[in-house]
């Protein structure tokens, strides 16, 4: 916890402990602080923060808690998009950042789903790397298809987590890879929950890894990915009223 000069303590105040890079445009930075809200937070929230520039406080910016509740550090996973995102792998250990939260209803009472359908688009995974650790963490025993798009396999991270995870889980994960032309060689007797898709997320995709009109469905993404996936799950007979939604876009 940091003191003002007023002698106040700000418990918003976190510290970076450190930033590690997940892939080319990705990188999770892990903060410590003692803010005790952040003790009783759900897997798939999120936290608003603010950075330390030349002007003071940057503008404040949302991000997923990618850690699990229990983790005792916030981590968040975040791309580079613009400005913000970009100065992102240059905070060093120590720099201060104001965090609000923990906020978002996303994934509520998905502890009690039997059968989870996550779809995600690109970062948009990060609630559900949340959930999924924290299933880990409780031997959970739900059963989940995890659906990720992405453009190439070199744009998924956390892989080597994940193939742990669909060893300690009931978890599949199909990689939807919609810019490789062979997919093919990427599966691996070793790790038979992990499985690619050509081309983007189709109702037909979907119903061939199993994905029932029964499962509770939870979808992040871009709003152009999300719309078309929310297109294949109506042709696959689900709802899109209940489908749970969280979009990554956020107000100045
Ligand atoms: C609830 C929530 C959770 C999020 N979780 C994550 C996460 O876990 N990881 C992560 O990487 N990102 C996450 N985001 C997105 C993240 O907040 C933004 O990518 C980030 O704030 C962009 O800041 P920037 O200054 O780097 O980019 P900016 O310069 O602000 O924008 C980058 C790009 O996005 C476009 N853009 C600008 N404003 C909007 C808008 N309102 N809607 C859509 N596009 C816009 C711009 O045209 C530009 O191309 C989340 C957003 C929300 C709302």
């Known amino acids: 916890m940091t003191t003002t000069e007023a002698g106040k303590e700000e418990k918003n105040i976190w510290k970076v402990v450190r930033v590690v890079p997940e892939n080319h445009d990705v990188n999770s930075v892990f903060l410590e602080g003692a803010d005790e809200k952040f003790s009783v937070r759900r897997a798939g929230q999120f936290a608003s923060i603010r950075i330390p520039g030349p002007d003071g406080w940057s503008e404040p910016h949302p991000f997923t808690i990618s850690a699990a509740p229990e983790d005792s550090l916030l981590r968040l996973t975040i791309k580079k998009e613009g400005a913000f995102t970009s100065a992102i792998p240059d905070l060093k250990p120590g720099t201060s950042v104001k965090v609000m939260g923990p906020l978002g209803v996303f994934c509520k009472g998905i502890d009690e789903k039997p059968e989870i359908v996550m779809i995600a688009g690109g970062v948009g995974v990060t609630p559900f790397l949340s959930v999924l650790r924290h ?107 209940t489908v749970e939604e969280e979009r990554f876009i956020w107000k100045k």
């Open 135 to 241: 299933f880990r963490n409780g031997k959970a025993r739900n059963r989940v298809l995890l659906f990720w798009g992405n453009k190439t396999l070199s744009d998924a991270f956390c892989r080597d987590e994940i193939r742990e995870m669909t060893r300690d889980l009931d978890l599949t994960v199909i990689h939807c890879l919609s810019r490789e032309d062979d997919v093919g060689g990427y599966f691996d007797g070793q790790a038979p929950q992990l499985l690619y898709e050509k081309g983007r997320l189709s109702a037909d995709t979907l119903k061939r890894h199993g994905a029932t009109r029964e499962a509770a469905f939870y979808l992040c993404g871009p709003p152009p990915m999300m719309e078309s996936a929310l297109k294949e799950l109506e042709a696959l007979g689900v709802d899109p009223a």
